[in-house]
Protein backbone atom coordinates (compact mmCIF):
# COMPACT_ATOMS: atom_id res chain seq x y z
CA UNK A 1 0.00 0.00 0.00
CA UNK A 2 1.69 3.13 -1.64
CA UNK A 3 -1.04 5.72 -1.03
CA UNK A 4 -2.12 8.30 1.06
CA UNK A 5 -5.93 8.78 1.26
CA UNK A 6 -7.65 12.01 2.28
CA UNK A 7 -10.86 12.30 2.79
CA UNK A 8 -13.48 13.91 1.69
CA UNK A 9 -12.79 14.84 -1.74
CA UNK A 10 -15.06 17.56 -1.69
CA UNK A 11 -16.55 19.82 1.13
CA UNK A 12 -18.25 22.98 1.11
CA UNK A 13 -19.00 24.78 4.42
CA UNK A 14 -20.78 27.24 5.95
CA UNK A 15 -18.43 30.23 8.11
CA UNK A 16 -20.07 29.01 11.05
CA UNK A 17 -19.83 25.26 10.08
CA UNK A 18 -17.36 22.59 11.96
CA UNK A 19 -15.75 20.56 9.82
CA UNK A 20 -12.78 18.05 9.80
CA UNK A 21 -10.32 16.45 7.04
CA UNK A 22 -8.81 13.20 7.11
CA UNK A 23 -5.33 11.75 6.15
CA UNK A 24 -4.31 8.47 6.50
CA UNK A 25 -0.97 6.39 5.36
CA UNK A 26 0.15 3.02 6.23
CA UNK A 27 3.37 2.98 4.78
CA UNK A 28 5.34 3.12 7.86
CA UNK A 29 6.11 7.05 7.40
CA UNK A 30 6.68 8.85 10.79
CA UNK A 31 6.07 12.24 9.55
CA UNK A 32 3.22 13.57 8.07
CA UNK A 33 2.13 16.97 6.79
CA UNK A 34 -0.47 19.87 5.73
CA UNK A 35 -0.23 21.58 2.46
CA UNK A 36 -2.73 24.46 0.97
CA UNK A 37 -2.66 24.86 -2.52
CA UNK A 38 -4.55 27.89 -3.61
CA UNK A 39 -5.40 27.82 -7.57
CA UNK A 40 -2.58 28.50 -10.23
CA UNK A 41 -0.39 28.85 -6.92
CA UNK A 42 2.40 26.30 -5.26
CA UNK A 43 0.96 24.32 -2.58
CA UNK A 44 2.38 26.07 0.67
CA UNK A 45 3.26 24.07 3.81
CA UNK A 46 0.46 24.60 7.03
CA UNK A 47 2.10 21.92 9.58
CA UNK A 48 4.15 19.35 10.32
CA UNK A 49 3.68 16.34 12.40
CA UNK A 50 7.00 14.15 12.98
CA UNK A 51 6.43 10.83 15.52
CA UNK A 52 3.05 12.21 16.42
CA UNK A 53 4.25 15.58 17.63
CA UNK A 54 3.43 18.69 15.75
CA UNK A 55 7.16 20.30 14.96
CA UNK A 56 6.24 22.87 12.49
CA UNK A 57 3.11 25.34 12.38
CA UNK A 58 3.88 28.17 9.59
CA UNK A 59 1.77 30.78 11.68
CA UNK A 60 -1.37 29.37 10.56
CA UNK A 61 -4.67 30.76 11.92
CA UNK A 62 -5.87 29.10 14.67
CA UNK A 63 -9.38 28.05 13.04
CA UNK A 64 -7.16 25.80 11.71
CA UNK A 65 -6.48 23.15 14.36
CA UNK A 66 -4.65 19.68 13.40
CA UNK A 67 -4.30 16.15 15.08
CA UNK A 68 -2.55 13.38 15.25
CA UNK A 69 -3.92 10.71 16.73
CA UNK A 70 -1.58 7.79 15.66
CA UNK A 71 1.50 7.37 13.27
CA UNK A 72 -1.12 6.76 10.47
CA UNK A 73 -3.93 9.22 10.81
CA UNK A 74 -3.76 13.22 10.42
CA UNK A 75 -6.64 14.84 10.74
CA UNK A 76 -7.43 18.89 10.01
CA UNK A 77 -9.89 20.81 12.27
CA UNK A 78 -11.14 23.10 10.72
CA UNK A 79 -13.86 26.31 12.25
CA UNK A 80 -15.15 29.42 11.47
CA UNK A 81 -13.45 29.63 7.77
CA UNK A 82 -13.36 32.35 6.16
CA UNK A 83 -13.99 32.55 2.03
CA UNK A 84 -10.43 33.16 1.46
CA UNK A 85 -9.81 29.40 3.23
CA UNK A 86 -11.03 28.04 0.14
CA UNK A 87 -8.34 26.54 -1.39
CA UNK A 88 -6.52 22.64 -2.37
CA UNK A 89 -5.60 21.03 1.20
CA UNK A 90 -3.18 18.35 0.88
CA UNK A 91 -2.25 15.85 2.94
CA UNK A 92 1.47 13.81 2.55
CA UNK A 93 3.72 11.88 4.27
CA UNK A 94 7.99 10.62 4.35
CA UNK A 95 10.02 9.24 5.90
CA UNK A 96 11.64 11.15 8.14
CA UNK A 97 14.46 13.11 6.06
CA UNK A 98 12.19 13.53 3.05
CA UNK A 99 14.73 15.21 0.97
CA UNK A 100 15.80 11.87 -0.65
CA UNK A 101 12.77 9.93 -0.58
CA UNK A 102 10.56 12.53 -1.25
CA UNK A 103 6.72 13.16 0.25
CA UNK A 104 3.80 11.00 -0.77
CA UNK A 105 0.64 13.36 -1.42
CA UNK A 106 -2.82 12.83 -1.34
CA UNK A 107 -5.46 13.38 -3.72
CA UNK A 108 -6.18 16.68 -1.79
CA UNK A 109 -9.40 17.62 -0.42
CA UNK A 110 -11.36 20.66 -2.51
CA UNK A 111 -12.68 23.02 0.10
CA UNK A 112 -14.78 25.54 -0.21
CA UNK A 113 -16.10 28.09 2.13
CA UNK A 114 -19.32 29.83 1.47
CA UNK B 1 10.08 36.58 -1.24
CA UNK B 2 10.03 33.71 -2.83
CA UNK B 3 13.06 31.22 -2.67
CA UNK B 4 12.42 29.11 -5.09
CA UNK B 5 11.35 30.14 -8.71
CA UNK B 6 9.91 28.88 -11.84
CA UNK B 7 10.01 31.54 -14.15
CA UNK B 8 8.23 30.07 -17.20
CA UNK B 9 4.89 29.56 -16.38
CA UNK B 10 4.52 26.98 -19.43
CA UNK B 11 6.68 25.16 -22.31
CA UNK B 12 5.62 23.67 -25.55
CA UNK B 13 7.71 20.52 -26.36
CA UNK B 14 7.37 18.18 -29.60
CA UNK B 15 6.54 14.70 -28.71
CA UNK B 16 9.95 12.86 -28.50
CA UNK B 17 12.44 15.63 -28.41
CA UNK B 18 14.14 16.82 -24.53
CA UNK B 19 12.04 18.88 -22.43
CA UNK B 20 13.96 21.26 -19.88
CA UNK B 21 12.18 22.63 -17.20
CA UNK B 22 14.35 25.36 -14.95
CA UNK B 23 14.40 26.10 -11.20
CA UNK B 24 16.54 29.13 -9.43
CA UNK B 25 16.61 29.22 -5.79
CA UNK B 26 17.81 31.99 -3.35
CA UNK B 27 18.14 30.21 -0.30
CA UNK B 28 21.79 28.68 -0.01
CA UNK B 29 20.80 26.44 3.24
CA UNK B 30 18.85 23.98 0.87
CA UNK B 31 20.15 20.41 1.20
CA UNK B 32 17.75 18.89 -1.18
CA UNK B 33 15.63 20.02 -4.26
CA UNK B 34 12.78 17.97 -5.73
CA UNK B 35 10.56 17.68 -8.35
CA UNK B 36 7.02 16.67 -8.66
CA UNK B 37 4.67 16.88 -11.57
CA UNK B 38 0.99 17.01 -10.98
CA UNK B 39 -2.29 16.08 -12.79
CA UNK B 40 -5.74 18.01 -12.15
CA UNK B 41 -7.35 17.17 -9.30
CA UNK B 42 -4.46 15.08 -8.40
CA UNK B 43 -1.74 15.80 -5.41
CA UNK B 44 1.57 15.71 -6.90
CA UNK B 45 3.86 13.03 -7.43
CA UNK B 46 7.42 12.97 -6.82
CA UNK B 47 9.75 12.09 -9.60
CA UNK B 48 12.84 12.77 -8.87
CA UNK B 49 15.43 14.45 -6.24
CA UNK B 50 19.23 16.01 -5.57
CA UNK B 51 21.24 15.91 -2.74
CA UNK B 52 23.38 19.40 -2.73
CA UNK B 53 26.78 16.99 -2.60
CA UNK B 54 25.49 16.21 -6.34
CA UNK B 55 25.13 17.51 -9.63
CA UNK B 56 23.72 15.23 -11.43
CA UNK B 57 20.82 12.62 -10.78
CA UNK B 58 19.46 9.88 -13.35
CA UNK B 59 16.23 7.71 -13.39
CA UNK B 60 15.19 6.76 -16.46
CA UNK B 61 14.05 9.41 -18.85
CA UNK B 62 14.27 11.86 -15.79
CA UNK B 63 17.51 13.45 -15.46
CA UNK B 64 18.05 16.87 -12.66
CA UNK B 65 21.14 19.13 -12.59
CA UNK B 66 22.50 20.68 -9.94
CA UNK B 67 24.39 23.98 -10.37
CA UNK B 68 24.91 24.80 -6.93
CA UNK B 69 27.25 28.50 -7.50
CA UNK B 70 24.30 29.42 -9.91
CA UNK B 71 21.74 28.08 -7.60
CA UNK B 72 20.26 27.09 -10.60
CA UNK B 73 18.96 23.30 -11.40
CA UNK B 74 16.84 21.63 -14.24
CA UNK B 75 14.87 18.61 -15.15
CA UNK B 76 15.77 17.12 -18.54
CA UNK B 77 13.04 14.38 -19.92
CA UNK B 78 13.91 12.52 -22.48
CA UNK B 79 12.20 11.36 -25.00
CA UNK B 80 8.98 13.31 -23.86
CA UNK B 81 5.56 11.58 -24.43
CA UNK B 82 2.36 12.52 -24.45
CA UNK B 83 1.87 11.61 -21.07
CA UNK B 84 4.87 14.09 -19.22
CA UNK B 85 2.10 16.94 -20.25
CA UNK B 86 1.69 18.07 -16.51
CA UNK B 87 2.79 20.92 -14.20
CA UNK B 88 6.03 20.55 -12.93
CA UNK B 89 6.70 21.97 -9.12
CA UNK B 90 10.28 21.61 -8.16
CA UNK B 91 10.51 21.63 -4.60
CA UNK B 92 13.34 22.33 -2.12
CA UNK B 93 14.04 21.40 1.81
CA UNK B 94 16.49 22.29 4.21
CA UNK B 95 17.12 19.16 6.58
CA UNK B 96 17.55 20.10 10.18
CA UNK B 97 18.82 16.37 11.31
CA UNK B 98 15.97 16.47 13.89
CA UNK B 99 12.67 15.57 12.42
CA UNK B 100 10.91 15.93 9.33
CA UNK B 101 11.03 19.17 7.08
CA UNK B 102 8.57 21.12 5.09
CA UNK B 103 8.96 21.76 1.22
CA UNK B 104 8.95 24.98 0.08
CA UNK B 105 7.73 24.93 -3.94
CA UNK B 106 8.32 26.88 -7.40
CA UNK B 107 5.15 28.01 -8.82
CA UNK B 108 5.57 25.32 -11.15
CA UNK B 109 5.92 24.64 -14.95
CA UNK B 110 2.72 23.76 -17.04
CA UNK B 111 4.70 21.68 -19.85
CA UNK B 112 2.46 20.34 -22.92
CA UNK B 113 3.89 17.50 -24.99
CA UNK B 114 2.27 18.22 -28.59
CA UNK B 115 2.14 15.46 -31.26
Known amino acids: DTEVTQTPKHLVMGMTNKKSLKCEQHMGHRAMYWYKQKAKKPPELMFVYSYEKLSINESVPSRFSPECPNSSLLNLHLHALQPEDSALYLC?????????????FGSGTRLTVV | DQQVKQNSPSLSVQEGRISILNCDYTNSMFDYFLWYKKYPAEGPTFLIS?????DKNEDGRFTVFLNKSAKHLSLHIVPSQPGDSAVYFCAASVYSGGGADGLTFGKGTHLIIQP
Open chain 1, 92 to 104: ASSQENAGNYGYT
Open chain 2, 50 to 54: ISSIK
